[in-house]
T-cell receptor, first 112, second 113 residues
Framework: DTGVSQNPRHKITKRGQNVTFRCDPI?????LYWYRQTLGQGPEFLTY????????KSRLLSDRFSAERPKGSFSTLEIQRTEQGDSAMYLC??????????FGSGTRLTVV | DQQVKQNSPSLSVQEGRISILNCDYT??????FLWYKKYPAEGPTFLIS?????DKNEDGRFTVFLNKSAKHLSLHIVPSQPGDSAVYFC????????????FGTGTRLTIIP
């Protein structure tokens, strides 16, 4: 197992387009998290899943953002009608029952 | 509202000396604290943690100290090595196993050979 995998590593999109990111967690981990990091800031919590259930969402996650984790395995984060303020690093992490996050390398989104 | 604060954006330390990274928090509900290390182009990596029932936790060269009354924690690295050069994030949660971590803004540590 090579850890948490995120694809793509980089994404450049035009304002108003939709984008989707994928996260493949460590296989035995039942919990999956999405965070967002902007320049000069620490990661900010967006949402988390236990198996396939989305258990908490941050106020940061506007209606344009949606996350899914079908069958409790990989997860996708979709941003609709992207805005320049969405430009950030999107980090995924997984854990086993909340103990010890393992982060992926992130997807860097640039909205032009 | 920055609930976890790392007031030093950067720190330079001579190799072999002690590195001390500081973190302050404002939320009295925080009960569990963690330090993460981040290299460029990689995700943060868990380093060490401490529960509020302790005031010190040690793991090899890394020691975390918690002063709950002052709402302050620090990470000591001794001796510092060139591979320790990275950005260090302090994070907190309201209890062990809580799913949401609140991170500070990070301190860039540079170890000078």
């Amino acid at each position: 197992d090579t850890g948490v995998s995120q694809n793509p590593r980089h994404k450049i999109t035009k304002r108003g387009q939709n984008v989707t990111f994928r996260c493949d967690p460590i296989s035995e981990h039942n919990r999956l998290y999405w965070y967002r990091q902007t320049l000069g800031q620490g990661p900010e919590f967006l949402t988390y899943f236990q198996n396939e259930a989305q258990l908490e969402k941050s106020r940061l996650l506007s209606d344009r953002f949606s996350a899914e984790r079908p069958k409790g395995s990989f997860s996708t984060l979709e941003i609709q009608r992207t805005e320049q303020g969405d430009s950030a690093m999107y980090l995924c992490a997984s854990s086993l029952s909340g103990y010890g996050y393992t982060f992926g390398s992130g997807t860097r989104l640039t909205v032009v | 509202d920055q609930q976890v604060k790392q007031n030093s954006p950067s720190l330079s330390v001579q190799e072999g000396r002690i590195s001390i990274l500081n973190c302050d928090y404002t939320n009295s509900m925080f009960d569990y604290f963690l330090w993460y290390k981040k290299y460029p182009a990689e995700g943060p990596t868990f380093l060490i943690s401490i529960s509020s029932i302790k005031d010190k936790n040690e793991d090899g060269r890394f020691t975390v100290f918690l002063n709950k009354s002052a709402k302050h924690l620090s990470l000591h690295i001794v001796p510092s090595q060139p591979g320790d050069s990275a950005v260090y994030f302090c994070a907190a949660s309201e209890d062990f196993g809580n799913e949401k971590l609140t991170f500070g803004t990070g301190t860039r540590l540079t170890i000078i050979p």
